[in-house]
C-alpha cells in the first residue's frame, strides 16, 4: 500500500477562453479577435484540475498548471493555484498568438519537457472556444503516451496503473492504463474548479517560457490550419409560431402532417466513381464499417475524391467489402486491431509507403477523434475538428513569369498558367457565427459531424481490393469492458427524434412514453442534460455531441443554443415546444407552440392517438 500511495507527479493543462457563445471575429491578420472580450479559465480545464489535485493531494504529489497565451492568460494560472495547483508554467511569447491545434500541442509539450519526470497530464475534454478536443491525443503523441478520455471515474489501482471509466460515444468503458500517461476529463466527471479572483495569489509561483526557451516549438506562422473568414448563421426556415397554449396541438398536428406529406428529395446524391490509377488517396477512417456514419463519411470521402482525381481508401476492422464498395470505396484497409495509438502508428507507416493521402476523414467520435490528432501529430498535417460541412475550392490561377526558349528579344518574359491547387475547406461553429477553416501542406485531416452530411445513394456493388494493415497491440492500456447505454446507430436511423432540454426534469421522461411509442421516436438532449448523466453522452446533440437528419425533430423545453442546432440543421422539419415566446429556437424552426411541455406531450399523445403514425410520416 505504501507503494501504491507514492507522490504523483501532474500537470494539467488550461486554456483561458471567452466566455461561452461569445461572438468572434476576424483581426487583420486573420486570426479569431478575442482581444476585446473578457476572458476566464475554460469550463471543461476546471474539472481537470479539481481531478488533478485531488489525486496529487491523495498521494502527497505536485501539480503544475501549464497553459499557454498573452500575458492575460496568467490570470487562469494564478486561479489554478488559489484551487490547489502547487506551480505553474505560462508559455507566453506574441509569435505563437493565433496558433493552431498543432503548433499549441507543439508549444506545451516541450514546456512539459522542461520539468521533471510526469507521471500524469490531464486536460479538459475540449474548450469552449475552438471544440477540437484533440490537444489530449496531440500531447500525448508528442510525449510518446498512451491516452484515454475522455475520463468520468479513475482510481489508482497501483503504483503505475489507473483504472477509468470513460465516456465514450457508444456507451461507457473500463480501461487500464499504465503511468505515465495522458487523460482528458469528461464534462460531468467531478465538480469545476473555482476560486474568487481576491482569493488567487498576487504573487504566484509562475515560469515564464517564450519560444527561445522551447527549441521544439514553432511559431503560430508555422500553423497547417487558419480561419479563412467567419460569417452570421443563416436558416432556410421561416417559422411559423402558435402562441395559443396546448389548445392548438390539433392545428400543429394539421401543419406537421402536410409538412411531411410535400414532396422532398429524400435520396442523397449518388456516390461517384472515383477509382483514378495514380491519382490522390482519400482516406476515411473508421472504427465501425457498418454504421450509417460511417456511410456519410465514405460518400464524402467519395464526393471529394472525384473532385481531385482520386480514390478511396477505407480503413476499418473487418468489414463486408461489397458495402465499402457501395458507398464509395475503391480500396479497404483491414485493420488488425482498433487501439487508437497503433493504428495511428500503422496509418502513418502506410502512408510513407504509399505516399501521403491528399484528405484524412474521419468522425467526431471519440475513437476518430484520437486516431487523427495523433496521426496529424507524425504527418505534421493540419487538423480541422468537428466540421459541419467540406468543400473542395481551386486558388485563383496562378501565372509566372518565364522566359521561352530562343526568344529574341532579352528580358521579355511569358505569362503561363499553371494549374490552380485545390484547397478542403471545412465549415463549423465559432460562438454565434460560422467559421471556414482551411490546412495547408501535403495532407489535410478533419474531423466531421456524419450527421450533417448527406447520406448517398449507393451505387452497385463490386469487387474491392483489400490488403491487411498489420497493427500491433500495446500494453499501455487495456479495455476492460464496456457498457452500451443503448444501440448507437439507431438515433441515426431514426426518423422521429425528441430532443429534450434542461426545462424536462429527468423524472419526468415517463410522461414522454405514450407520444414515443406513438411516433417510434428516439431520445437526444442537449449538453446540459447529457452533463447531469440523465441521458447518455452518445444521445448528445450538437457540437460536442452528435448531429442526425430525422424527418422531424421536436425540441421540447430546448433554448435553442446555436451549438444545439448545428446537430439537427439537416432535420427535415424542426417542431419546438417552449413556455418562453423568446426563446432562440423559435428562430430556428419550422413550427413552435408556446405552452408548457407536460400539456403539450398530453394533448400531443391524446390527439396523436386517433391519427396513425403511418399517416404522419410516410415518406411522399
Request: charged share 20%.
Amino acid at each position: 500500500m505504501a507503494e501504491q500511495a507514492r507522490p504523483l507527479r501532474i500537470a494539467v493543462l488550461i486554456k483561458q477562453v471567452p466566455p461561452y457563445g461569445s461572438s468572434l471575429a476576424l483581426d487583420a491578420r486573420g486570426r479569431l479577435d478575442r482581444t476585446a472580450l473578457p476572458t476566464e479559465m475554460n469550463a471543461w480545464c476546471r474539472r481537470a484540475v479539481t481531478r488533478s489535485v485531488d489525486l496529487a493531494r491523495a498521494t502527497g504529489g505536485h501539480v503544475t498548471a501549464v497553459t499557454m497565451g498573452p500575458p492575460t492568460a496568467a490570470d487562469v494560472l494564478r486561479e489554478a493555484i488559489a484551487c490547489g495547483a502547487d506551480d505553474a508554467i505560462h508559455v507566453s511569447d506574441p509569435a505563437l498568438a493565433g496558433a493552431d491545434c498543432l503548433i499549441t500541442a507543439q508549444a506545451l509539450a516541450a514546456a512539459l519537457r522542461t520539468l521533471p519526470p510526469l507521471d500524469l497530464v490531464v486536460t479538459g475534454r475540449s474548450s469552449t472556444d475552438g471544440a477540437t478536443s484533440a490537444l489530449g491525443p496531440m500531447a500525448a503523441a508528442l510525449l510518446d503516451l498512451p491516452y484515454a478520455g475522455p475520463v468520468l471515474t479513475l482510481d489508482r489501482t497501483g503504483p503505475d496503473t489507473l483504472h477509468c471509466v470513460l465516456q465514450q460515444d457508444e456507451g461507457d468503458r473500463e480501461v487500464e492504463m499504465r503511468l505515465p500517461a495522458v487523460i482528458s476529463v469528461a464534462e460531468r466527471s467531478c465538480q469545476a474548479a473555482k476560486a474568487a479572483p481576491h482569493t488567487w495569489p498576487r504573487t504566484a509561483p509562475v515560469t515564464t517560457l517564450d519560444l527561445k526557451a522551447l527549441p521544439d516549438a514553432r511559431p503560430a506562422s508555422e500553423s497547417p490550419t487558419h480561419v479563412l473568414a467567419t460569417r452570421a448563421t443563416t436558416t432556410t426556415r421561416h417559422p411559423v409560431l402558435l402562441d395559443g397554449g396546448a389548445g392548438q396541438v390539433d392545428l400543429l398536428l394539421d401543419l406537421i402532417t402536410e409538412r411531411l406529406a410535400a414532396p422532398a428529395e429524400e435520396a442523397g446524391p449518388g456516390v461517384p466513381r472515383t477509382s483514378t490509377p495514380g491519382g490522390p488517396a482519400v482516406l476515411a477512417v473508421t472504427a465501425d464499417a457498418s454504421s450509417t456514419s460511417a456511410r456519410a463519411l465514405v460518400g464524402e470521402a467519395a464526393r471529394i475524391a472525384a473532385h481531385i482525381g482520386g480514390h478511396v481508401v477505407v480503413a476499418s476492422p473487418p468489414t463486408g467489402a461489397g458495402e465499402l464498395a457501395s458507398w464509395g470505396a475503391d480500396l479497404a484497409l483491414e485493420l488488425t486491431c482498433t487501439q487508437a495509438r497503433p493504428v495511428a502508428r500503422a496509418l502513418a507507416a502506410w502512408a510513407g509507403r504509399a505516399g501521403p493521402p491528399w484528405a484524412v476523414l474521419g468522425a467526431s467520435a471519440s475513437w476518430d477523434r484520437e486516431v487523427l490528432a495523433r496521426l496529424g501529430t507524425y504527418l505534421r498535417a493540419g487538423l480541422m475538428s468537428d466540421l459541419t460541412a467540406l468543400r473542395v475550392e481551386a486558388a485563383p490561377l496562378q501565372r509566372s513569369d518565364t522566359q521561352p526558349a530562343g526568344n529574341p528579344v532579352s528580358g521579355l518574359t511569358a505569362l503561363r498558367e499553371e494549374p490552380a491547387p485545390l484547397h478542403l475547406i471545412g465549415t463549423k461553429p465559432a460562438g454565434d457565427v460560422l467559421a471556414d477553416i482551411t490546412a495547408h501542406g501535403q495532407v489535410r485531416i478533419a474531423t466531421v459531424q456524419t450527421g450533417s452530411l448527406p447520406l448517398p445513394t449507393a451505387r452497385p456493388r463490386s469487387s474491392l481490393p483489400v490488403r491487411v494493415l498489420d497493427v500491433v497491440a500495446e500494453a499501455g492500456i487495456r479495455i476492460l469492458r464496456t457498457h452500451p447505454a443503448y444501440d448507437h446507430d439507431a438515433l441515426d436511423r431514426a426518423d422521429v427524434v425528441i430532443g429534450l432540454g434542461a426545462g424536462v426534469p429527468a423524472d419526468a421522461y415517463g410522461e414522454l412514453d405514450g407520444l414515443r411509442g406513438q411516433w417510434g421516436a428516439e431520445l437526444a438532449a442537449t449538453r446540459k442534460v447529457t452533463d447531469t448523466g440523465a441521458l447518455a453522452h452518445g444521445r448528445q446533440l450538437g457540437v460536442t455531441g452528435r448531429s442526425v437528419a430525422p424527418r422531424l425533430y421536436l425540441a421540447i423545453a430546448v433554448s435553442g443554443s446555436r451549438d444545439h442546432l448545428v446537430g439537427v440543421e439537416r432535420a427535415r422539419t424542426i417542431v419546438a415546444i417552449n413556455h418562453d415566446p423568446e426563446a432562440p429556437i423559435f428562430q430556428h424552426c419550422d413550427f413552435g407552440l408556446v405552452a408548457d411541455w407536460r400539456e403539450a406531450v398530453r394533448a400531443l399523445t391524446t390527439r396523436g392517438a386517433s391519427r396513425p403514425a403511418g399517416d404522419m410520416f410516410a415518406r411522399s
